[in-house]
């Protein structure tokens, strides 16, 4: 048999993810078969399964790739951003301008349905908890204590509490828009929220 490059693998791979994305945003993640995800890459049940175990790793995959690029790509925005302030604003403006629509609509009900699908299962909910943790909440800790010590925030906030307050209130914000839609008012609320935080954790 001839080989198989390992361009041609990646190429495959991507196609796998790329297609289980599209098909968990469609159907959500609970009903979508491995079967769903064969006919929309045009391949086969075995073929995937070349790639990956299960659904529930494939979803992992996405995820984790997707975060790994998330964090990449804001470390390197944020070496140009002066204060932790800025960064904050930088983040609310990065969720403010996402592309809102059908797609984005699709994709948050995912995460958010794979998130509660975790906590029936101690192994998921392992991983989850801790890309929560060590990616997102300490992401977010890190720039509030920047600026606690140059003195932008309040010295008594509590670093994690404000962080975990931040992406629950992106999480919320999405949520609400997934279900309720266009008459959601998605942008102003990014906009309030950015205030409400940056009014609590600044200077007095």
Known sequence: MPKVSEEYKERKRELLLESALQC???KGYDATTIDDIA???KTSKGFIYNYFSSKEELYIALMEERTSRTFTALRERFATIEGATGKIKELFR?????KVGLQWQGLIRVHMEFWIHSARHE?????????????YRDF???????GKASGE???????????????????????HYSVIGDEY???RHFIQAEQMVLLYVGKK
């Open 39 to 41: 006919a929309y890459s």
């Open 123 to 135: 192994n998921l909910r392992d991983i989850m908890v801790s890309r929560y943790k060590y990616q």
């Open 140 to 146: 977010l800790k890190e720039i509030i204590e920047e």
């Open 185 to 187: 008012e998605y942008r």
């Open 153 to 175: 925030f309040e010295a008594h906030v509590d670093a994690t509490v404000i962080a975990s307050m931040f992406w629950g209130i992106i999480d919320g914000l999405s949520l």
């Open 94 to 98: 990065m969720y403010r301008e996402a």
């Open 24 to 26: 968990f945003s469609e």
